[in-house]
């Protein structure tokens, strides 16, 4: 009987909790994403010509191929299209990754605007070739459009116009774009050693990662300045299992194709990563609900009642979400014997994580080991860096960044993001405390999917505001 009373007790609360919460929502009214591109056809057309060009240099990176000559070429374009950033200010140019040095008045908070020049390969049919750089639709169409010479032509244009201007900035500006990003390379590293060397500290590192999304969640409509704070980290693990190789005529049982796809078939089922809302994590459901409809505000409005069911019901829903949530493991290459009647000696199958900081890089490499003894697999790190520190929301070069945003685009609401995929600034990490990603383009959902698929474009009327963005943040940083 004392059971039945204490279930009921329990509901009871629980329903006067769900209620509280239900009351709070329907008391706060959604917030309303009030920002809409302004046109702007003579400055649009001038942009998109030059980015155009930009798209038409095909740079794209392959792992361990030297292109260095194809990005010499694009160095060339952009002497010709922007001939005062190339008067003005100092050029370092290492193995085709480039850094800028603009003096400032003071050299006390050195500001860094960076994009990578290298774009993936391009494959399939396009509506307009990959590398034509067409504009068509109010869109400039091709390979690097959206990911992302749309911020190399921002910054650069924004310096360019600075200069016209007869501006000089208070403090020192570098503009920094590598060529390897796109292969995971060391070309920003060299900038970075180049910095190092060189004793500066950025107070400000700006680059690709975060945007100006469209919809970013289903049912939210207007447009939100997601700005990136923290970066997973990402490993790639060597797995194998050993035999006696043989005939495939008298097979035995527990082969290493067999043990490395029972570990698959485990791991899988029992998805051991853990699950938790990084303070982050947390931060952004909470400010974008608030945007969203009522039972996006009512569940992740009220994280301190709903995290344990959403931490249940997100991973199984969302592949997205689940990122989010706990380091992801992905499955992604296999070798095993080089003949259909021989069983291998040794099978391999290659793990890519991306490390979440509540489960790092040795809890997770960990939990994988772990499992791998069960099936006689061994486990070797190819490669692995953890997840980067976030970015403070309270850090002045935070505020900075939002009051830009606020200034440039008013009414766009301004919400925290958390990167699931790696970029350059990681590499800036090492040298400063706010590097921020987020690049002042919009994308749609469906110019979202076409980075790195097929037919990549960006909206023409983006792109003012990007060299607006960009001459803003020189200007405030003071
Ligand atoms: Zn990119």
Known sequence: MLIVYLIIAVLAVLLLLVLIAVVKTVLTPAKKSEWRPVPDPEREQLYAQKLSEMIRCETVSYKDVDRREKFLEFHRLLEILFPLVHSKLEKTEIDGNLLYFWKGKSSEKPLVLMSHQDVVPAEGEWIHGPFSGDIADGKVWGRGSGDIKCNVMGFFQA????????????????????????????????????????????????????????????????????????????????????????????????????????????????????????????????????????????????????????????????????????????????????????????????????????????????????????????????????AMPPVNTGSDAYHLVESVIGEVFPGLPVCPYVMTGGTDARFYQEICDACIRFGPVTYSPDQMISMHGLNENIDCSSLTGAVDFYKTVIRYNT
């Open 159 to 386: 310096v360019e116009e600075l200069i016209a201007e007869g501006y000089e900035p208070d403090q020192d500006v570098y503009l920094s774009s590598s060529c390897t990003e796109e292969v995971g390379g060391d070309g920003c590293p060299k900038l970075v050693n180049e910095l190092k060397r060189r004793g500066v500290r950025p107070y400000l590192v700006c680059d690709e990662g975060g945007a100006i999304v469209e919809s970013p969640l289903k049912g939210m409509d207007g447009y939100y300045a997601m700005v990136g704070i923290l970066e997973k980290g990402m490993g790639n693990l060597k797995l194998s299992a050993k035999s006696n190789g043989g005939h495939s005529s008298t097979p035995s049982k527990n082969s290493p194709i067999a043990r490395l796809s029972k570990f698959v078939c485990d791991f899988e089922k029992h998805q051991p990563m853990a699950i938790e809302f990084e303070p982050e994590v947390k931060e952004m459901f909470k400010k974008l609900s608030a945007y969203g409809p009522f039972h996006y505000r009512l569940l992740f409005g009220n994280l301190w009642l709903f995290a344990p069911l959403l931490k249940k019901l997100l991973p199984a829903i969302s592949p997205d979400a689940a990122a989010l949530l706990r380091t992801t493991v992905a499955f992604t290459m296999q070798t095993g014997s080089e003949a259909s009647n021989v069983i291998p000696q040794e099978a391999t199958l290659t793990v890519n994580l991306r490390y979440i900081p509540h489960q790092g890089l040795e809890a997770s490499n960990a939990v994988i080991s772990e499992m791998a003894k069960k099936y006689d697999v061994d486990v070797e790190v190819l490669s692995a860096y953890d």
